[in-house]
């Protein structure tokens, strides 16, 4: 029986066919932790660290990390010694095994005497979540034998500062449940399907499954349609996309239950895969009586360390990049990009989705600037991404701009191109000071606004031969 554990059980809440590749998946249909994961990884941990250096006498088993047994005696040993708090406690209950970040003596009476535990989590995040209670709620299992009675509550150390309660009580049959899903599943008596949901994109089996779905012209990969709808189109004989698309968005609706905006919406993606080719939406005039620049940023934590655009008029085409060396010089390059945007009185400004917006906004209260420059920007900021949404369906299962380029024929220098990646390339080179990293940030970022200049042209173009 494989050992579950709290990180899985948080997982198989939201897809259970992540628990079934634990078990029986090849560990090498895995994929690798991008940069900007192991970053975030990292930033976790330093996170961790400095809020329990906080902590007054705090004590950590000490075990060699293989043996869970010795591992949970030690634990148990400092629990009854009655230490205030104790980290990365090592827990174990049959076939389940965790290490809680934090133990927390309170008052009340245990096994251990007149005092006892609850689990708490430190997570970087604001506000609690349903996987955050789920893996207190296991946490708290594993403790009743040790306590003689399962904890009440738990807690959560949110990024704010605080620690956010969980009853534990509220939670305690779906888990149990989930548990006796997930062994019946280790024990071969439970099926489970891969479905696309909301866990997906974090999912180290996420490669496996996609060509799975690729595979099987799965529905799932119509945009806007997975997890529990891609399940009920399943049963209702709705397996494939191919099923979806020969049907009117009224029969969709009729036999789905779905609304009719999103049945249309169904059929539209549906018959874009089949024909390979997008299928309009809507209303696709194209702006060309102005300036159009594409821009793009990059971030450092919450620094802003390059603007990238390129300025599109007529004949005219310029590509210009505004590179902070250090941190420092944020409000520097945030000035040199507005008087660059300032040499024109009208200009559309295209971004994908609405991350820079949100910079915008936060670098104008910092710095101010240039009004002729900002104008722009508070007044033409267009999320492109929403602008082809809302015209065109397209056989993509999303419009990250990572999909929707390669599918006009674009594709970014570096394998590993990804925000977050660029974030950790930030950090090397500032560790480094090596040119290298900085050009193959720069090459990122001019590549993303290229890869949206390809969008526009391979629309304009595919909507002038297709003479509309
Ligand atoms: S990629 Fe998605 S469907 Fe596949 S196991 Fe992971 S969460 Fe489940």
């Known amino acids: 029986m494989r050992a579950i554990t709290p990180t899985a059980i948080a997982s198989s809440s939201k897809c259970l ?22 970053l975030e990884q990292q930033r976790g941990l330093e996170y961790e ?51 809680p970040d934090l133990l927390k003596k309170i008052d009340g009476s245990s096994k ?83 479905v696309r949901c ?22 799932c990969l119509l945009y806007g349609i997975s997890g529990e709808t891609a ?13 979806v698309a020969v049907l009117t ?23 874009a895969r089949q024909t390979d080719r997008p299928v309009i939406r809507g209303d696709i005039r194209l702006t060309d009586d102005m300036p159009i620049y594409f821009y793009d940023i990059e971030t450092y934590g919450k620094d802003v360390y390059l603007h990238g655009l390129i300025r599109i008029f007529g004949n005219d085409r310029e590509e210009r990049q505004f590179i902070a060396r250090d941190p420092s010089e944020e409000k520097k390059i945030w000035h040199q990009f507005l008087d660059y945007l300032a040499q024109d009185e009208k200009a559309l400004v295209y971004c994908w989705a609405d991350y820079e917006r949100t910079f915008v906004k936060i670098l104008k209260e910092k710095h101010g600037g240039n009004p002729k420059g900002l104008i722009h920007l508070e007044t033409n900021l267009v999320d492109q991404c929403a602008w082809v949404k809302d015209r065109f369906a397209l056989p993509l299962t999303s419009y990250s701009i990572k999909s929707v380029a390669p599918y006009f ?39 993303d606004v290229v890869a949206m200049e390809e969008i526009d042209l391979a629309l304009r173009k595919w909507v002038a031969d297709s003479h509309f």
């Open 17 to 38: 066919h992540s628990w079934y590749l634990d078990c029986f998946g090849n560990p090498q249909w895995k994929r690798q932790r991008e940069e900007g994961e192991l």
């Open 49 to 99: 660290r400095k809020l329990i250096s906080q902590l007054p006498a705090l004590v950590e088993p000490s075990w060699d990390g293989r043996d869970w047994q010795d591992g949970h005696d030690r634990t148990r040993s400092l629990m009854q010694e009655g230490h205030p708090w104790i980290y990365q406690g090592v827990l174990l209950n049959g076939h389940f095994r965790g290490k």
């Open 112 to 194: 251990l005497g007149m005092h006892t535990y609850i689990p708490i989590e430190i997570k970087g995040h604001k506000q609690i979540s349903l996987r955050d209670r789920y893996q207190l709620v296991s946490c708290a299992m594993m403790l009743e034998p040790i306590l003689g009675t399962i904890p009440t509550k738990g807690g959560v150390w949110l990024n704010t500062g605080v620690v956010a309660d969980a009853e534990i009580e509220k939670d305690r049959s779906i888990v149990a449940r989930l548990i006796e899903k997930m062994q019946d599943i280790n024990a071969g008596k439970l099926k489970t399907e891969s």
């Open 198 to 219: 909301g866990g997906c994109r974090r999912c180290l089996w996420s490669t496996h499954c996609e060509n799975e779905w690729n595979r099987l012209e799965h529905a």
């Open 231 to 243: 399940r009920r189109f399943s049963r209702l004989g709705l397996a494939s996309w191919r099923d």
């Open 249 to 271: 968005p009224q029969e969709i609706s009729d036999r789905t239950r779905l609304k009719m905006k999103a049945s249309i919406s169904a059929v539209q993606h549906a018959q």
């Open 409 to 447: 024929g674009f594709h970014w220098h570096a394998e590993d191109a990804g925000g977050l990646n660029s974030e950790a390339w930030y950090k090397e080179w500032l560790e480094t000071g090596d040119e290298s990293i900085l050009e193959k940030i720069l090459r990122y970022n001019l590549d």
